[in-house]
Each structure stands twice: as C-alpha cells, then as structure tokens.
C-alpha cells in the first residue's frame, strides 16, 4: 500500500534512460536514448527515429510513425507508434 500511495504521489520516479544493460544501437544517430524493460525481462532501446531517417543497425521493425524498433517480441511493438509499417 506504502508503494502504490508514493507512486500516486509522485514520490516514486523510475529512470528510462539508457543503461550499460540496454542493447545500444548507435546512440549519434538516434534522436532519444530510453529504454524499457521487456517481457522477457531485458532492457531494450525504445522506439526512437534518426537524425538522417536511415534504417539504424540492429532495428527489428519500422512503426508507423516513423520511428525504428529494436523489440525483441512481435507482440507489442511499435504498440505506442500506431503499430508496425513494415
């Protein structure tokens, strides 16, 4: 209960940014440098697009928005994108 009123209340603030455990793609060409925790309990490189709009290495999907996935599951990616393009 402690936990669920200090989220509430804005106390608890968990950090997405990039991590040493966070695959890497080349972080000069993508425009931001979060991360989130997959469903296989990985730390994955979010959605993010390209300063040149090139495919960056080690994507694994484009979404609809433009933007270049590095999932590791079909299920759910590019979800918050508008789904998968191509």
């Known amino acids: 209960m402690r936990l669920l009123a200090a989220v509430l209340a804005g106390m608890l603030l968990v950090d997405h940014t990039a ?14 440098h979060h991360c989130y925790g997959s469903r ?13 709009r090139a495919a960056p290495v080690g994507y694994s ?21 508008g789904g998968v393009a191509r």
Do not use: I, K, M
Not at 19 to 32: H, K, S, V
């Open 19 to 32: 991590t040493a455990a966070c695959y890497r793609p080349d972080e000069g060409a993508l425009t931001n």
């Open 40 to 52: 296989s309990g990985d730390e994955v490189h979010s959605p993010s697009r390209t300063y040149n």
């Open 61 to 81: 999907a484009q979404c609809r928005d433009g933007t270049w996935s590095f999932s590791e599951h079909r299920r759910g990616t590019c979800s918050h994108h």
